[in-house]
Nanobody
């Protein structure tokens, strides 16, 4: 059974950057799509970005396009989310996902 552990969240001022990491264990994930989602207080969980297996394609929510970049290092079984030009509305708990497995989330807070 695969396990996912996110890290890299924190408090940052608007306009700043953070890089989130999601480390997978228990199974090699290079052939699988992996995604990032987020959930703000009082809101539903929403899609942020996805990268196909072996990095074949990347997809983004309109709200983060041109600011966020998803990537993966298959040698480390890890997927990343580089977040630039952060806005207060990016504040949320960020989760990574592979198939039906979710991580525990990492909090991102952007102050204005």
């Amino acid at each position: 059974q695969v396990q996912l552990v996110e890290s890299g969240g924190g408090l940052v001022q608007a306009g700043g950057s953070l890089r989130l990491s999601c480390a997978a264990s228990g199974r090699t994930c290079s052939s699988y799509s992996m995604g990032w989602f987020r959930q703000a207080p009082g809101k539903e969980r929403e899609f942020v970005a996805r990268i196909n297996g072996r990095g074949g394609g990347r997809y983004y929510a309109d709200s983060v396009k041109d600011r966020f970049t998803i990537s993966r290092d298959n040698s480390k079984n890890t997927v990343y989310l580089q977040m630039n030009s952060l806005k207060p509305e990016d504040t949320a708990l960020y989760f990574c996902k592979i198939q039906t497995t979710w991580g525990q989330g990492t909090q991102v807070t952007v102050s204005s």
